[in-house]
């Protein structure tokens, strides 16, 4: 165990290093106490970080002596010598000699500082560590637990072909692997550590999957023709492999050259033990970092698809987004259609975003929500006095947008007598509060919004025509959810990322969906578009027990929504359009990843660009 030494009052004193702080310093709660009067009550710290020792001192008056000279700081090595106020003190990466005893006795302390030792190692994964110190700080603990010169970490399998090209799923080519981790009993790098391992013995551990224990490599028959060995004249060593149920993750590696018979059966023991606990950390580290890059994949492809706030890939989408970048530069009035909870706000938000308009005021107005009695003072303001209850001037919606934009949602539903002073806004920009006889000239941009089919409206005598062409100068048709293919599961794994602070957070947007629940989202109606979406996903959220959501989570198992039955065709054409909704489900499950849902399916790449290819060329030609 790492230690310092240091002799005061005749007695020699080991004080072992298992904090990751240690104090060194005058004062009675320093955990080295120095007397002298040159020495402060905290004259130095000794920090334990993943692979290495810093001794620092407090300030600049308080420094410590190395070989005559002073310092404030220094990185700890075996065997260095420092000085505080005339105390020598001695750092060691390792204890000394034992005296020889029983067998049993020593065996017995050889478990007992193993365990120490991997307390010590699973009390730092417990804390905030990078991975590369928490890999050196394991080989450090190693080479120094069984006195070896070197030890390695050794991945297997690294650059080995994926499986199917030249190797079965499961199996590991031992003649492949990287080198991660080289320590020498210094605690520092070793430099070429290719040149300092045997291919043989390592090819060997990973073939067995064994533990081997090599007490004099040189002369083992299983070697005597390994050059590896006889160049590099092997001594002692181990190799313990790192499994977890069965995968072979790598081996950790340990060798002395000068020393025959170095390692015992209680040490390798031993290291099987740490070869576990390493092993379920290097698994967990993989999975994480997989995670990790599974979510900025994630996030570079909403990215892609991303329009602002507003997610969406489709064909019909990226038209939208088109028309969106031409008008939003101009100041003509536009107006958004589509059925209820599309995302026609968002829409306008984003055509407010883009234009010169963008720092002004951006106002919404529900013209459905407003009493017919209230909605012209809403709209345009009044005077104090005009109507009883009006006790102050007040300021209309318009007024608060100038310089800006005003967003008129559900325009439809405006009584036809406000559409024609409506209509006199538009085409004088200037509003008239009521109760006051002259007006106010207003500089804003109209963007309005219906579910209602206006054109319908109009031959119904419910909207003035003279109005809609004011307003319909640029239109905007936003699609329905269930005519957008893919961007169901896109806008899901989306929102759930947003709402995951919200309802707990269990959740990964990525892998939060089971495939029967992909399959629902991409066969329901959503009659509510994305509103009901959302709906359904904060429900999930807060009712799912399982690991992942499923369609009856989503409350999609049931009847409604459901497709009705397909008119009779000829076998032919049922087989093609079988499999067009196939690949397409399937690229849905893959996020559009076409490499993915090639080797899903079992085929060439090649067929699923055909795929798209022709689709593309089916919507060109309006088929």
């Not at 010590?120 to 417990?126: G, K, Q």
Request: net charge negative.
């Amino acid at each position: 165990m790492p230690h310092l030494r240091y002799t005061t009052g005749g007695e020699s004193i080991r004080y072992p290093l298992v904090r990751r702080l240690t104090t060194i310093g005058s004062s009675s709660d320093s955990d080295i106490r120095i007397v002298g009067p040159d020495v402060a009550p905290v004259h130095a710290t000794l920090t334990h970080e993943p692979g290495r020792y810093r001794l620092e001192s407090t300030s600049r008056s308080n420094p410590f002596f190395v070989n005559g000279k002073k310092n404030r700081s220094l990185d700890l090595r075996h065997g260095e010598i420092f000085v505080i106020g005339g105390l020598e003190l001695t750092f060691s990466t390792l204890d000394e000699p034992e005296r020889r005893e029983a067998p049993e006795q020593k065996t017995d302390e050889i478990s007992l500082v193993a365990m120490r030792r991997l307390q010590d190692f699973s009390r730092l994964l417990s804390e905030p560590a990078d991975l590369d110190g928490l890999l050196d700080e394991l080989i450090d603990q190693v080479v120094s637990l069984t006195r070896a010169s070197k030890g390695f970490l050794v991945l297997a399998g690294a650059g080995a072909p994926p499986p199917g090209e030249g190797e079965a799923e499961g199996e590991v080519d031992p003649h492949r692997y990287e080198i991660r981790v080289a320590r020498n009993l210094a605690r520092e790098d070793v430099p070429d550590p290719e040149a300092l391992l045997s291919d043989d013995i390592i090819r060997e551990a990973i073939t067995t999957q064994k533990p081997q224990i090599i007490s004099d490599a040189l002369h083992d028959t299983r070697f005597q023709n390994s050059l590896s060995v006889i160049n590099l004249k092997l001594s002692s060593v181990m190799c313990v492999p790192l499994l977890v149920r069965g995968e072979l993750l790598g081996l950790i590696y340990v060798g002395n050259n000068d020393v025959v018979d170095l390692f015992t059966a209680a040490q390798l023991e031993t290291l099987q033990v740490f070869a576990s606990q390493a092993a379920l950390f290097l698994k967990n580290a993989t999975l994480l970092n997989e995670l990790r890059d599974e979510k900025t994949e994630l996030a570079d492809r909403l990215e892609h698809v991303k329009f602002g706030s507003i997610i969406g890939s489709c064909p019909q989408m990226i038209e939208v987004y088109k028309r969106v970048d031409k008008v939003a530069s101009t100041d003509i009035t536009v107006l958004v259609t589509g059925e209820t909870g599309t995302g026609k706000e968002l829409i306008a938000h984003e055509i407010h975003n883009r234009s010169p308009r963008a720092k002004g005021p951006f106002v919404t107005v529900n013209c459905g929500a407003i009493p017919e009695n209230l909605i012209e003072s809403e709209l345009f303001g009044h005077v104090k006095g005009a109507f009883t209850g009006a006790v102050a001037n007040q300021v209309g919606k318009f007024q608060a947008a100038d310089k800006g934009t005003i967003f008129l949602d559900e325009i439809g539903e405006m009584p036809l007598a406000l559409q024609v002073k409506l209509l006199r806004v538009l085409q004088e920009r200037q509003i008239q509060r009521v109760g006051d006889a002259k007006t106010v000239p207003i500089d804003v941009r109209v963007v309005a919004a219906t579910n209602r089919d206006l054109r319908k409206e109009v031959e119904a005598n419910n909207f003035r025509e003279d109005l809609y062409f004011r307003l319909n100068v640029i239109g905007i048709e936003l699609p329905p959810l269930r005519e957008r293919g893919n961007d169901v599961v896109l806008i899901a794994r989306y929102l759930v990322n947003r709402f995951a602070a919200d309802f707990g957070g269990r959740f990964d947007s990525q892998t939060c969906f089971d495939e029967g629940a992909l399959r629902a989202m991409l066969k329901f109606s959503w009659p509510g578009n994305i509103r009901q979406l959302e709906n359904h996903l904060k429900k999930a959220l807060v009712l799912a027990e399982g690991p992942k959501i499923g369609a009856a989570d989503l409350d999609l198992d049931a009847p409604a929504g459901a497709e009705s039955p397909e008119t009779i065709v000829p076998l032919s054409e049922a087989r093609d359009r079988w499999q067009r909704e196939y690949i397409n489900k399937v690229l849905a499950l893959n996020d559009g990843n076409r490499t993915k849902t090639a080797r899903d399916l079992g085929v060439d790449p090649r067929t699923i660009f055909r795929h798209l290819e022709k689709m593309e060329k089916e919507k060109r030609e309006g088929k």
